[in-house]
C-alpha cells in the first residue's frame, strides 16, 4: 500500500522558512516524480512543484520560484520542499504526492497533508 | 496558463439522482490530459478519472468522464451518500497544471 505521510509544518513568521518533508513508502521510491499541491484554507488547489526521479528535473509555480525548492533523497524514500522568504499568501495545507507512471503531472497518490501557517 | 473554469459552483442533489459537472478550459488540452478529483472534509484529495474518461483504479462505474479539447464533464450515475464532496478537474497538458476551483455537490 502506498504511504506518504508529510511533516515540518507549522507557525511560522513572514520572512521566516520551514522545510516540510514526506515520507514515501509501499513503492519504489525513485522510481516516480514527485509532487507538491497547497490548499489554503477553505479554498481550493495549487500546484506548486515536481521533481523527477534522479532529482536532477525540477519545475515549480511563478508565485514560489526563487523562495521554494524542492528535493528528495531516495535512499532515505522522502522528498522535501524547502521554503523561504515565507508570506502570509504560502498559509496553506502542503500536499506530497506520487505521479502516476505515465504522467509526471498527475497526482495519483495523496498524503494527509501538513498546515503550514505563515503569521506574526 | 491555462484557466479551467468549473459549473456550477454548488450542485443541491439528492441520494439517486444523477450528477453533472462541467469544466471548460480557457486553452485546448491536448491529448485530454484532464483529470477528476474529489475531496471530503478533511481529507486529501482522491484520483478519480484522468485522460479524460479513464477511471482511476477502485473507482465505481457509476463515475464517469467524458469530453476533449475545451469541453470537459464528470458524470455519477446514481448519487450515494459517500459521493457528496467538492470536485475538481485538473488539466496536466501544460508544464504548469491547474486546477478549477471546484464544485461542490450537497445533500438537497
Known amino acids: 500500500e502506498v504511504q506518504l505521510v508529510e511533516s515540518g509544518g507549522g507557525l511560522v513568521q513572514p520572512g521566516g522558512s520551514l522545510r516540510l518533508s514526506c515520507a514515501a513508502s509501499?513503492?519504489?521510491?525513485?522510481?516516480?516524480?514527485m509532487i507538491w499541491v497547497r490548499q489554503a484554507p477553505g479554498k481550493g488547489l495549487e500546484w506548486v512543484a515536481n521533481?523527477?526521479?534522479?532529482?536532477?528535473?525540477?519545475y515549480c509555480v511563478d508565485s514560489v520560484k526563487g523562495r521554494f525548492t524542492i528535493s528528495r533523497d531516495n535512499a532515505k524514500n522522502s522528498l522535501y520542499l524547502q521554503m523561504n522568504s515565507l508570506r502570509a499568501e504560502d498559509t496553506a495545507v502542503y500536499y506530497c504526492?506520487?505521479?502516476?507512471?505515465?504522467?509526471?503531472?498527475?497526482?495519483?497518490?495523496w498524503g494527509q497533508g501538513t498546515l503550514v501557517t505563515v503569521s506574526s | 496558463e491555462s484557466v479551467l473554469t468549473q459549473s456550477p459552483g454548488t450542485l443541491s442533489l439528492s441520494p439517486g439522482e444523477r450528477a453533472t459537472l462541467s469544466c471548460r478550459a480557457s486553452?485546448?488540452?491536448?491529448?485530454?490530459?484532464l483529470a477528476w478529483y474529489q475531496q471530503k472534509p478533511g481529507q486529501a484529495p482522491r484520483l478519480l478519472i484522468y485522460?479524460?474518461?479513464s477511471r482511476a483504479t477502485g473507482i465505481p462505474d457509476r463515475f464517469s468522464g467524458s469530453g476533449s479539447g475545451t469541453d470537459f464533464t464528470l458524470t455519477i450515475s446514481r448519487l450515494e451518500s459517500e459521493d457528496f464532496a467538492v470536485y475538481y478537474c485538473?488539466?496536466?497538458?501544460?508544464?504548469?497544471?491547474?486546477f478549477g476551483q471546484g464544485t461542490k455537490v450537497e445533500i438537497k
Open positions: 504526492a506520487r505521479a502516476s507512471g505515465s504522467s509526471k503531472r498527475l497526482a495519483k497518490d
Open positions: 509501499g513503492f519504489t521510491f525513485s522510481s516516480y516524480w
Open positions: 521533481i523527477n526521479q534522479d532529482g536532477s528535473e525540477q
Open positions: 486553452q485546448s488540452v491536448s491529448s485530454s490530459y
Open positions: 485522460s479524460a474518461s
Open positions: 485538473q488539466q496536466y497538458d501544460s508544464s504548469l497544471p491547474t
